[in-house]
């Protein structure tokens, strides 16, 4: 009779471990894990209300946002996941994640970096006074939002200095799309006066950041010939009325305006018409 007994028995108390072993994996599978981490931006500074959204698929499992200090924190259920964080004005960072228990807790720093990027076809220009110069400017959104970028200029004085669109129009913000770039003209006159060297700063600025790029301006002395002698030597004698021919031209790009200073040997009177 007892033997009879042993082989239910075991059958029994294997469906109960069974059962047991389903239990405890099924609540390792349903368990809530506690994550946190920082979002800083690449000056390791901290961002506060910066997004994360936490994405399995296509479905959107979860959504927080930063303090103040950066710092975030979620609860998730094991599994594998994809977060995507993203703020106004910085480019959006993805990164794939994997939910485990072991893997609570600190998930580490994630760091963002700005959606906007200035680029200047040269950066140092070598120039003659009097020039009016070209360089291409362009603006390259990296972010996920269309961003109004305003633009500001800085030259020595006496320069002028515009941005202008491919139409020609001048601008002092533009509207750079998602994903895409707008492409300037810096143009610059350089007075006929310059000195050696001089900097223009261009200062893009947008959703409380900036990017300042420089550009280096060498200057050379032009020889203007602004004036043209006819004869260089004249013989005469005394009490003789010359008329000797002047040209004077004006070189540089913009008016300018001239004055004449005779100097003469002692006893000449000379006078220009």
């Not at 106004?88 to 720093?109: C, K």
């Not at 006929?192 to 409380?208: C, K, L, P």
Request: proline fraction near 6%; aromatic fraction near 6%; charged fraction near 20%.
């Amino acid at each position: 009779m007892r033997l009879g007994l042993r082989a239910p028995l075991r059958r029994l108390s294997f469906v109960l471990a069974v059962i047991v072993v389903a239990a405890v994996l099924s609540d390792a599978q349903g368990q809530i894990i506690l994550f946190f981490g920082r979002v800083l931006d690449d000056e390791g500074r901290p961002l506060p209300q910066a997004q994360i959204a936490v994405l399995q698929g296509d479905l959107l499992v979860l959504a927080v946002e930063t303090g103040a200090d950066g710092r975030f924190q979620m609860q998730l259920p094991r599994g594998q996941y994809v977060l995507r964080i993203n703020k106004y004005g910085y480019q959006p960072l993805t990164v794939s994640f994997d939910a485990l228990p072991e893997r609570g807790g600190d998930i580490g720093t994630f760091s963002l970096r700005k959606a906007i990027t200035v680029v200047a076809d040269a950066l140092r220009i070598s120039a003659l006074q009097g020039d009016k110069v070209q360089v291409g400017i362009k603006l390259v959104n990296r972010g996920a939002d269309f961003i109004p970028v305003k633009l500001d200029i800085q030259a020595p004085a006496g320069w002028e200095c515009k941005l202008l669109t491919p139409e020609g129009l001048v601008v002092s913000e533009v509207s750079v799309p998602p994903g895409s770039h707008r492409n300037l003209t810096l143009q610059v006159y350089i007075p006929i006066n310059a000195t050696a060297t001089g900097e223009v700063s261009i200062t893009a600025g947008w959703a409380g950041l900036s990017q300042k790029v420089d550009l280096i301006f060498i200057v050379s002395e032009r020889k203007w010939d602004v004036l043209t002698i006819a004869y260089e030597a004249v013989n005469s004698f005394p009490g003789a009325l010359l008329r000797i021919p002047l040209m004077v031209q004006n070189p540089p790009a913009a008016g300018a305006g001239f004055h004449n200073r005779d100097v003469s040997s002692t006893g000449l009177d000379q006078r220009s018409c």
